[in-house]
């Protein structure tokens, strides 16, 4: 903050940049390239990659998002992802701003531009600037923007030792905006933060029936007693392109009898306690065992095989798989 014994000062342009250069110097990010059709091009420097306040996705939360992977110098699942985002869009009344084929080449000059060869890719859809108001203002224009960055990173341990998760005490979003991937991410972050202080890895909604929801910025599923795949319905959490994937690739593991099933159904919170297996999935994360639920181990409180199988072929998928989109750097 400002010093509020100096004046507050109207500053000139050069010092607006100065300030922003100074903010990155503060906290370095590592953000490689941004697009914004607002700007109207790609940006390499992070002081640069800046959205207008009255963009209606940054006051009132109006906007959509989604995140793929970037793997060996290619676009992983993007269709997938821009799938959930057309839809998304949809359902927030956000007009797409081009054609699939458009936002498909700016996503991939955007990393090309980046020079990353392995990261994320996040991009999102504003429903424009122009008004503080609640409906978008007359003739705004809806923003797309692409950022291309290292991607969300999480400590080794979770994957050699397994991760502990809790119950959050926050509710779940209504469905609507549960299936919805909105940047109204409160509850999620709510939960997040909640797990950390009580020092634990993440949080896990519950819905109002007692089923089984979802992790913060992943999915959850199980493998039973009986060593069947269950994961929840759809109808109200984020259908998870990894998820997605997962449930296809898993019928390889129930082919060579790892697994006796894959379901998709309704998970009483008392029936997943009692899982041989809990697993979280999401683009970041990929596969992770969860060993601790409240406190109680799941199966014998060790990463189990299928969790290791599922990241195993998962892994495979993204180097090797039919769903990767070379970038022209
Ligand atoms: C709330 C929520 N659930 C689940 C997921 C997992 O989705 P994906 O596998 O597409 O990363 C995400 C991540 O986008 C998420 O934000």
Redesign the pocket.
Known sequence: MANTTQSVRQLPAEDVMAALRQLRAQQPVKFAAFYSSQLGGIVTDPALMVIPFDDHMVHRGHGIF??AGLVEGKIY?LE??LD?FERSAERCRLIMPAARAELREIISATVAASGARDGAIRYWLSSGPGSLDLSPAAGAEPGFFVMVFPGLSYPERWYTEGLKVMTTTYPIKPSLY?VT?STN?LP?VLMQMEAKSAGVDNGVFIDANGHVG??????VAFVTADGVLRHPKFDH?????????ILELARKLERDGAIGGVEVCDIPVAEARGAREMLL?????KVAPIVAWDGAPIGDGKPGPIAKALLALLEEDMRTGDRLIPVNY
């Open positions: 989604d995140t699942d997938a992802h959930r549960a991937k991410y999620n979802e992790s913060s910025n992943m999915n959490i984020l259908a998870g392109c990894t998820s997605l994937r999935l999401g683009s970041s994360v």
